[in-house]
């Protein structure tokens, strides 16, 4: 008895933790996954076949798998590995995957890298499933094969793997064997509905090389990722991963025109990519095809996309919003305009924004607090830095700043100082 409540433990524990730590994303046999319906269109589209045709779309699927987010770290080598993924139990560090026979992945066959994403089983044994090879599962052997070739092309890089600094129990790795047993599937759960080749594929970008379920899904208590909500949120980090089903999306305005935008250039209407999510774009989306884009919006939205819904009245002028205006106009108009309309190439909009539209207004607030980075995307756009004000304001201004942004936003004034103080001790 003690055994199995020790191994509970380290599945519980590990996989919570690495979930969570990861960047925004499956079981059954090899034939099962490759001639599933995910798999009905997975090629890029007009890329011959050929050896150096099958390396440009390896170096793509691999951008489209966001494989630098995690295997490369800041003035790094490509690939190289060191990438810190921080977790309330440990930290793990992004391994070395260029063709280094030492410490990289040079030694390992097709077959090798097959397996470790496709069962998430190394040559050494299995892999911690802060590799999401949990979603990975659905990619296709010719995919697979294709990433593989990539990375076997690139520059071998002689950098030794940060060793994981985990604590007791959650650096025993035989448990991860237990938790394959009871929740690594052939595919993952639909959040919306279609069936037309745009959707297939769009479903494939979206969960298998996306992986977006792997941040954008709850976790159950053993770290598995809550099938029953599929993409209706996660607690990911400082930001939390919002609800991406389309009636999470339609509630706070995204249309699929916006979601294409937003997806190629971390810019739209609602607001730009900041958290987490601002990598994403940086290493991967920016990077896929307009077709490809596309069909991730088709699939988000599905077949029958929810219409947005607009904004609706201002909110009457009343004593408990006046704080909040008076705050808004010193702290905030100067950069996001006197009526939140934002300025270009300086600051998005408040009014419509999709992080102030979120019923939960945890990351309103943690942007509040924390601010937000100087950031460039692409098409030569920025965002200047937006400075964090946990300095400067009170747990009640916070409070009143945001309960005013939301009254504007159709979300109910009941941010209280006692939530904000809470996100401020957590910084």
Not at 21 to 27: I, K, P, S
Not at 96 to 110: C, L, R, S, V, Y
Not at 364 to 370: F, K, P, R, S, Y
């Amino acid at each position: 008895m003690k055994h199995a409540q020790t191994t509970a433990t380290v599945l519980r524990c590990a996989l919570t933790a690495l979930g969570a730590a990861l960047l925004c994303v499956g079981g059954g046999n090899a034939a099962s996954a490759a001639s599933g319906p995910a798999a009905t269109a997975v090629t890029v589209q007009s890329t011959p076949n050929g050896d150096s045709d099958q390396l440009v779309r390896g170096r793509y699927l691999a951008h489209a798998a966001d494989c630098a987010a995690c295997h490369t770290a800041e003035n790094g080598a490509p690939f190289a590995g060191g990438v810190a993924l921080a977790s309330p139990f440990g930290t793990l560090y992004g391994t070395n995957i260029t063709p280094d026979k030492e410490h990289g992945i040079g030694k390992w066959t097709a077959d090798d890298f097959y397996k470790a994403l496709h069962d998430g089983i190394g040559p050494d044994g299995p892999l911690y499933p802060a590799m999401p090879y949990t979603s990975y599962r659905q990619l296709t052997r010719a995919d697979t094969d294709a990433i593989y070739a990539y990375l076997m092309s690139v520059r071998p890089a002689a950098v030794a793997n940060h060793p994981n600094d985990l604590r007791f129990p959650y650096n025993m790795r035989f448990g991860v064997r237990f938790w394959n047993m009871l929740f690594l599937k052939d595919a993952l759960p639909d959040a919306s509905h279609g069936k037309s080749d745009e959707w297939l594929r769009g479903r494939y970008l979206v969960n298998a090389l996306g992986h977006c379920a792997e941040c954008h899904t709850a976790r159950g208590s053993l770290g598995q990722l809550d099938s029953a909500n599929p993409l209706a949120g996660g607690v990911l980090g400082r930001v939390n991963a919002p609800d991406i089903t389309p009636a999470g999306l339609a509630a706070r305005g995204w249309t699929a025109d916006d979601l294409q935008a937003f997806l190629a250039t971390g810019i739209a209407k609602q607001g730009s990519a900041f958290g987490e999510m601002y990598p994403v774009i940086h290493l991967s989306t920016q990077y896929m095809t307009s077709d490809d884009v596309h069909d991730m919006a088709v699939y988000l939205l599905g077949e029958q996309a929810p219409a947005p819904q607009s904004l609706p009245a201002p909110p009457a002028d009343n004593a408990q919003l006046q704080t909040g205006h008076k705050l808004y106009i010193a702290t905030c108009a100067g950069c996001h305009g006197m009526s939140g309309e934002g300025k270009p190439h300086v600051a998005v909009a408040t009014l419509g924004n999709s992080t102030v539209r979120q019923k939960d207004p945890h990351n309103l607030l943690v942007a509040i607090l924390d601010g937000i980075p100087a950031q460039d995307f692409p098409g030569n756009e920025s965002m200047q830095r937006m400075p964090g004000f946990a300095k400067t304001l009170s747990d009640d201004e916070i409070a009143q700043l945001a309960n005013y942004l939301r009254a504007r936003n159709g979300q109910p004034a009941d941010v209280a100082a006692t939530t904000v103080h809470a996100l401020r001790q957590q910084q």
